[in-house]
């Protein structure tokens, strides 16, 4: 199994509360992508990151952020948590994008709540 | 920009039975295919991929699928499903590796005895 540890595994919180959940590989991959799933939509992306500081967005970016200091470690940043956030967060990381197989590698998710 | 149909939410099957999980997908480019399955309460693990060469590919527990370029399709069969089949899966495009993967929306397989 790919190395990714998120954290936390699963969290309550409230309406206007900042969260941040933290993606770790030990697989020293160049790419790390954050996922929301919710049933009915699949997965659909939020941020991605191409390399440490390098961060672009997705296709449900908004109310969110993200940051990459360390290659190792990509982090993802509610602001003002709001009930549609409430979700099951995936990261991911893939060896590279361009030109690779394309196989993205996933951790276990994030359960989050927020009432 | 690419998009993949899942036409089928849920598909429940009997044991032993085959089965077939439809994938259509629209692209402007050459594309690569994924399958990845979803087992309760875990991420997403690759099933199998097309990437070029032959049409038809094969995963290491009986499932396969088949590119159809004519008819945009991808979709994913198994002759004989069993009750540890039982599972989320999901059909994912790229154009070929310079985007991000475009999931669809998943089709939930219930197999039972």
């Known amino acids: 199994d790919a190395g990714i540890t998120q954290s936390p595994r699963h969290k309550v919180t409230e309406t206007g509360t900042p969260v941040t959940l933290r993606c770790h590989q030990t697989?020293?991959?160049?790419?790390m992508y954050w996922y929301r799933q919710d049933p009915g939509h699949g997965l659909r992306l939020i941020h991605y990151?191409?390399?440490?500081?390098?961060?672009d967005k997705g296709e449900v970016s908004d109310g969110y952020s993200v940051s990459r200091s360390k290659t190792e470690d990509f982090l993802l940043t509610l602001e003002s948590a709001t009930s549609s956030q409430t979700s099951v967060y995936f990261c991911?990381?893939?060896?590279?994008?361009?030109?690779?197989?394309?196989?993205?590698?996933f951790g276990e998710g994030s359960r989050l709540t927020v009432l | 920009a690419q998009s993949v149909t899942q036409l089928d939410s849920q598909v429940p099957v009997f044991e032993e039975a085959p089965v077939e999980l439809r994938c259509n997908y629209s692209?402007?480019?050459?594309?690569?295919l994924f399958w990845y399955v979803q087992y309760p309460n875990q991420g997403l693990q690759l099933l199998l991929k097309?990437?070029?060469?032959?049409?038809l590919v094969e995963s290491i527990n009986g499932f396969e699928a088949e590119f159809n370029k004519s008819q945009t399709s991808f979709h994913l069969r198994k002759p004989s499903v069993h009750i540890s089949d039982t599972a989320e899966y999901f059909c994912?495009?790229?154009?070929?590796?310079?985007?991000?993967?475009?999931f669809g929306k998943g089709t939930m397989l219930l197999v039972s005895p």
């Open positions: 991911a990381i893939s060896e590279t994008r361009d030109r690779g197989t394309g196989e993205l590698f």
């Open positions: 697989e020293n991959h160049r790419y």
């Open positions: 990151s191409y390399g440490v500081k390098d961060t």
């Open positions: 692209s402007s480019v050459s594309v690569y």
């Open positions: 097309y990437l070029s060469g032959s049409t």
């Open positions: 994912a495009v790229s154009d070929r590796g310079y985007s991000t993967l475009t």
